[in-house]
T-cell receptor, first 114, second 113 residues
Framework: SAVISQKPSRDICQRGTSLTIQCQVDSQVTMMFWYRQQPGQSLTLIATANQGSEATYESGFVIDKFPISRPNLTFSTLTVSNMSPEDSSIYLC???????????FGEGSRLTVL | AQSVSQHNHHVILSEAASLELGCNYSYGGTVNLFWYVQYPGQHLQLLLKYFSGDPLVKGIKGFEAEFIKSKFSFNLRKPSVQWSDTAEYFCAVNPDSWGKLQFGAGTQVVVTP
């Protein structure tokens, strides 16, 4: 199994600011993903974080709003830019165990935008 | 639109009762199916998964799920729940690329002593 650490675990942010969430994995992984869980809703995939190249975004998510970095096989960041209250969510980092097909999740970063 | 539907948003039951949570999906073709659980204050973790083979899948903590292809369903069951099964349960489908899961809305299960 993979151990995933996210920072910050929670934050309260002002409208119009940006926040970067870090995800550290205890082993090298090829596939890393960012999900969002809005209040009272299910998880939605934001993007696939690709090592050494630009992230692949899902429909409804764009790089300008959610820039992602993946400098190596154990680390990624997600930035939530120009935040509005609608961005208040839990943001989760996940990694794929390719031998089992299982997704492992971090504990999430709970953002509240005022 | 392709989707994953969980039939109940909230379930309250007593210890030792049986639990069944419904999950239907609308994707055609081959899919991989998952149930994830999130205990209070903890991260999401995998309960069980189905890729192929025996449609009755056994997972951790006494849970099982049955894949019925003709009904596009993957219902989760546990014969006798415990208070520690209080959690939110998510059904998920992986219709194409590995790791790109489509989640259901989740079912909050509360087990009373």
């Amino acid at each position: 199994s993979a151990v995933i650490s996210q920072k910050p675990s929670r934050d309260i942010c002002q409208r119009g600011t940006s926040l970067t969430i870090q995800c550290q994995v205890d082993s090298q992984v090829t596939m890393m993903f960012w999900y969002r869980q809005q209040p009272g809703q299910s998880l939605t995939l934001i993007a696939t974080a690709n090592q050494g190249s630009e992230a692949t975004y899902e429909s409804g998510f764009v790089i300008d709003k959610f820039p992602i970095s993946r400098p190596n096989l154990t680390f990624s960041t997600l930035t939530v830019s120009n935040m509005s209250p609608e961005d208040s969510s839990i943001y989760l980092c996940s990694v794929l165990a390719e031998n089992t097909g299982e997704l492992f999740f971090g504990e999430g970063s709970r953002l509240t935008v005022l | 639109a392709q989707s994953v539907s969980q039939h109940n948003h909230h379930v309250i039951l007593s210890e030792a009762a049986s639990l069944e949570l419904g999950c239907n999906y609308s994707y055609g073709g081959t899919v991989n199916l998952f149930w994830y659980v999130q205990y209070p204050g903890q991260h999401l973790q995998l309960l069980l998964k189905y890729f192929s083979g025996d449609p009755l899948v056994k997972g951790i903590k006494g849970f099982e799920a049955e894949f019925i292809k003709s009904k596009f369903s993957f219902n989760l069951r546990k014969p006798s729940v415990q208070w520690s099964d209080t959690a939110e349960y998510f059904c998920a489908v992986n219709p194409d690329s590995w790791g790109k899961l489509q989640f259901g809305a989740g079912t909050q299960v509360v087990v009373t002593p």
